[in-house]
């Protein structure tokens, strides 16, 4: 069984940052990703890292060019930072990971694996 476990939410005032971290046992290469739940609206996906030597990541357009996702892989943590965060970045932030090559990392479905959640509050 796959354990992930999220922290680092919290209240931040516009244009403030923060930091998610995901720690994921047993060790292993896993595409890890990020999604949303926002209030009143569905999970979506955020931000994704492929299991790869590469690195490779995908965002969505809506957080593109402000977070960003990485790995430490000695550690087992895949982080999120969010930069200049605005209030319609409020939501509970979900670390998802599996055995995953291909493909859009975006899509809730491929993932098993789910932390509980972490609320991240924007506001003034």
């Known amino acids: 069984q796959v354990s992930v476990v999220e922290t680092g939410g919290g209240s931040v005032q516009p244009g403030g940052s923060l930091r998610l971290s995901c720690a994921v046992s047993?060790?292993?290469?896993?595409?890890v990703a990020w999604f949303r739940r926002a209030p009143g609206q569905g999970r979506a996906g955020v931000a994704g890292l492929y299991a790869t030597t590469d690195e490779r990541t995908d965002y969505a357009s809506t957080v593109k060019g402000r977070f960003i996702i990485s790995r430490d892989l000695a550690s087992n943590m895949y982080y999120l930072q969010m930069n200049d965060l605005k209030p319609q970045d409020t939501a509970i932030y979900y670390c998802a990971v599996d055995r995953l090559t291909g493909g859009s990392l975006l899509l809730e479905s491929r993932f098993r694996y789910w932390g509980q959640g972490t609320l991240v509050t924007v506001s003034s």
């Open positions: 047993p060790a292993d290469l896993y595409s």
